[in-house]
Structures are given as structure tokens and as C-alpha cells.
């Protein structure tokens, strides 16, 4: 069955980086592009962007411009999202989240999300 | 990229039938069948009710439709049960390969 397993809570403070990481099993990870989509607390969900693991290719929201990163392993087929120069806004559930199919974007499996708290 | 607007609440009895907007643009809504709806229960990840605008993935209860006219699209619950209570999300394609979540509903079941 597919799964969509994500690393665990991580506490950081404003201006560090941090990765979350997002390991695939029960599919091609290469066939599938992988979101990320993240929901800051009490508050909706906010998409941030792709990445076509097969090529590494990658877009993202313009919002996230020069801070975001994303990266993929294909030989453990593991997703990462690298978020820098962060601040307390960043405080956030991080989900990843595979796309249905080529061309169809929507989400049809989550992971289970990471929380990332930005504080001094 | 602004967000897409649904309504902040929405509640129904059981048995009931509700129906969430989602209003976007011609740029988004309006310009694409990519718009699809999610289901997040608190402290959950977010799970997929609808998709392409009025398909249902596989399993999942008929009692889950959505529709669209023109820039709004709307997902609508039939026969409301305590467990539809959660958040509902809307999310549509928009140009250039990316993607925009409406701001989300609270469904209360009264």
C-alpha cells in the first residue's frame, strides 16, 4: 500500500534552515510528483510547491522565492523540502503529498506531517 | 496567488444536506476541471473527497458530490452523519503548474 512516511517535529530558531523529509513506499516514486503543502496552526493549508522526482525538476509558490528548496533520493526514494532563513510564521504542519498523475494535480496521499516551530 | 474563498462555517442535522462554495477566478476555478476538495479531521492529514471537479475516488461514499458553474465550484454532503464533522478545503489548478487551496470550512454537525 502506499505510504508517505515524514520525519519527525523539529524546533529551530528564526534564521536557521531546516529539512523535512518525506520517504515513499508501495509505488514508483519516480512516476509520481511530490507536493508540499504546509498549515500554519489553526490556520488552512497553504501549497508550496512540486518536484518530478523522476527528473528533479521543481516549482514553487512564488511566495517561497530563494528560501525554499526541494530535492529528491531516488535510491531510497525519499522527498526532502529545505526551508531557510526561517521566521516565526514558518511555524507550520509541513505535509508531503503525492500527485494523483501526470497533469491532474491533485493529492490523492498524504504524509502524516511534521511540525516545525520557529522560536527564540 | 490569493486564496480561494469558501466560508468560514457551515452546520447541518444529521440527515441533511449542506453545500460548501468555493469561489475563485477565471485563472483558476473557472479556467480548469482540476479542482478537487479534502477532508481534514483535527490533528489529520487532509484526505481526498473529491476530484476533476465531481469524481469520487474509489470507496468513498456517494453521499460526496461536487459540481461547478462558472468561477465557483461547491462540494455538497447528503444525508449528514457526526462523522462528516471536520474541515473541508477546496484546491484548484492555476496557470503555470501550480496550485491554490481555498481557506477552508468548519462543517458543524448540530
Redesign the interface.
Known amino acids: 500500500q502506499v505510504q508517505l512516511v515524514q520525519s519527525g517535529a523539529e524546533v529551530k530558531k528564526p534564521g536557521a534552515s531546516v529539512t523535512v523529509s518525506c520517504k515513499a513506499s508501495g509505488y514508483t516514486f519516480t512516476g509520481y510528483y511530490m507536493h508540499w503543502v504546509r498549515q500554519a496552526p489553526g490556520q488552512g493549508l497553504e501549497w508550496m510547491g512540486w518536484i518530478n522526482p523522476n527528473s528533479g525538476v521543481t516549482n514553487h509558490a512564488q511566495k517561497f522565492q530563494g528560501r525554499v528548496t526541494m530535492t529528491r533520493d531516488t535510491s531510497i526514494s525519499t522527498a526532502y523540502m529545505d526551508l531557510t532563513r526561517l521566521r516565526s510564521d514558518d511555524t507550520a504542519v509541513y505535509y508531503c503529498a503525492r500527485q494523483y498523475s501526470s497533469g491532474l494535480y491533485f493529492f490523492d496521499y498524504w504524509g502524516q506531517g511534521t511540525l516545525v516551530t520557529v522560536s527564540s | 496567488?490569493s486564496?480561494l474563498t469558501q466560508p468560514a462555517s457551515v452546520s447541518g442535522s444529521p440527515g441533511q444536506s449542506i453545500t460548501i462554495s468555493c469561489t475563485g477566478t477565471s485563472s483558476d476555478v473557472g479556467g480548469y476541471t482540476?479542482v478537487?476538495w479534502?477532508q481534514?479531521h483535527p490533528g489529520k492529514?487532509?484526505?481526498?473527497m473529491i476530484?476533476?471537479v465531481n469524481k469520487r475516488?474509489s470507496g468513498l461514499s456517494d453521499r460526496f458530490s461536487g459540481s461547478k458553474s462558472g468561477n465557483t465550484a461547491s462540494l455538497t454532503i447528503s444525508g449528514l452523519q457526526a462523522e462528516d464533522e471536520a474541515d473541508y478545503?477546496c484546491?484548484s489548478?492555476v496557470r503555470?503548474?501550480?496550485?491554490?487551496?481555498?481557506?477552508?470550512t468548519k462543517l458543524t454537525v448540530l
Open positions: 496567488q486564496a482540476l478537487s479534502y481534514q492529514a487532509p484526505k481526498l476530484y476533476e475516488p478545503y484546491c489548478y503555470s503548474n501550480t496550485v491554490v487551496f481555498g481557506g477552508g
